[in-house]
């Protein structure tokens, strides 16, 4: 049956409200809620909520739901994978469902060496667990990331992650050996020649080249602002790893699994990495991350330093092959290609007809509008929108695909992205 909008009561309806109360009373306060209804089902790109209202969800679990709620085969798969086993630690007593998925996924990625991989549950741990991989693999300690990315809540992902506020302010001290320098960004610069400088220089004024063990970038930045890595860019940054033997770390957690038109964003720019993080729509919710890279650098560490007991779930795991199937099957590559033309070429319309529309970026089906106060001509000068105006339009122009809008969290004044 396909659902759509529907509301019986008011929103939030009386038993989300009531549940939300009880939630005050008894969760930790920085689990705040963007949305205050309380989900009873999701199908597809609908969630219907616990007082029976149904809601397109722009937020597709924060990009994490690429093949929509509770696909069927997705179901199927993690149903039977739980009647079977749910856990033993892959490392005490292996499973095959962990080597298939390295095969199909080592198989469908970018690597055109020998490639391996290794599984975990969140994206935070894909990135802490990449730069193990390269810091054992170089023997070297720092590692650099980029201003306006996000690669997580932990304390090593948390020190590259760029935001201060809200994820870093007060919970310092972070990790050391953590350098950052600016992203390119076609819309308010710096340029891809100016960005590649920057890094170029901080190989000698912050850092020195031979010390570092690892470049993490994200092709798209996502909580930055979808704001999309220029090709001469990443050739820049291929090409100063290559020269300096620094592992170029991919992070695909947000951008993988067809979101941008590809199942890798990193496919649109035809460069191989050295290792590839994933995580978010791999499992179309159920919690599953991994790192997929060139052998030589996944073999470096020694035996048991990667693992954790309870990393890359076999239920997860199947649920991850019903993704890889699904998105096979049913073009979901090709379609976030199509859907994010003709999202792009609306917003494009949009931006033509309100001056408040600075710009229209992405990939794929990953796109956002960037509100302003006003367009000047001179797009680096324009002022980014006001709360208010952003939170008015956000319930107005979210574009209409579940995992590629980028909506104003009205009541905490920052930007968000799905
Ligand atoms: C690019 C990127 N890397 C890493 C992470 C961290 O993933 P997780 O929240 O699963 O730890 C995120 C989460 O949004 C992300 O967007």
């Known amino acids: ?15 989300s409200r009531e549940i939300l109360a009880r939630k005050e009373r008894v969760v930790a306060d920085p689990l705040s809620v963007f949305l205050p209804v309380v989900i009873e089902e999701g199908r597809g790109a609908t969630l219907t909520d616990v007082d029976g209202n149904t809601f397109i969800d722009f937020t597709g679990g924060v990009g994490c739901l690429n ?20 856990h033993t630690d892959f490392t005490i007593v292996p499973y095959e469902v962990y080597v298939t998925l390295a095969e199909r996924l080592i198989g469908a990625s970018p690597f055109r060496s020998p490639a391996k991989a290794a599984f975990f549950n ?7 667990n990449a730069i193990k991989f390269a810091r054992a693999y170089t023997g070297r300690p720092a590692v650099i990331g980029f201003e306006g990315g996000f690669h997580g809540r932990t304390l090593l992902s948390l020190s590259l992650t760029s935001k201060t506020h809200p994820y870093k302010a007060g919970l310092g001290p972070f990790a050391p050996e953590v350098y950052r320098v600016p992203f390119p960004n ?14 170029e220089r901080a190989l000698i ?40 033997g620094i592992v170029m770390v991919v992070d695909e957690v947000q951008t993988g699994f067809g979101r941008t038109g590809k199942l890798f ?5 035809g460069i191989e990495p050295d290792l590839i993080t994933v995580a978010k729509s791999i499992a179309a919710g159920l919690p599953l991350s991994g790192v997929i890279g060139k052998a030589e650098i996944m073999d470096a560490p020694g035996d048991s330093a990667i693992g954790g ?12 092959l019903a993704v890889l199937d699904v998105i096979e099957e049913e073009g979901v590559c090709e379609r976030a290609a199509q859907l994010g033309e003709t999202i792009r070429a609306r917003m494009e319309s949009w931006r033509e007809r309100w001056p408040q529309v600075g710009d229209v ?8 509008i960037e509100l302003v106060k006003e367009r000047n001509g001179a797009s680096c000068c324009s002022s980014p929108a006001s709360t208010r105006t952003a939170s008015a339009c956000s319930h107005r122009w979210s574009s209409p695909t579940p995992s590629s809008t980028r909506l104003w969290r009205s009541g905490k004044r920052r930007w968000t992205s799905y």
């Open 265 to 269: 964003a990193i496919e649109h720019y």
């Open 1 to 15: 049956m396909t659902r759509t909008i529907e509301l019986k009561t008011a929103i939030p309806g009386p038993r």
């Open 186 to 199: 076609d819309y308010r610069g710096p340029s891809a020649d100016e960005a590649l400088a920057a890094l």
């Open 361 to 368: 970026r992405g990939l794929g089906a990953m796109l956002v």
């Open 205 to 244: 004024t912050q850092v020195a080249a031979e010390t570092v063990a690892a470049i993490v970038i994200e092709p798209v930045q996502g909580e930055g602002g979808f704001v999309v890595a220029p090709q001469a860019f990443l050739d820049g940054v291929r090409r100063l790893c290559d020269e300096h």
């Open 309 to 320: 007991t309870y990393v890359g779930n076999p239920v997860a795991q199947a649920a991850a």
């Open 122 to 128: 969140a994206g935070t741990e894909a990135v802490e």
């Open 67 to 86: 093949v929509g709620h509770s696909h069927p085969r997705v179901v199927e798969a993690a149903q039977e994978q739980l009647a079977k086993f749910s």
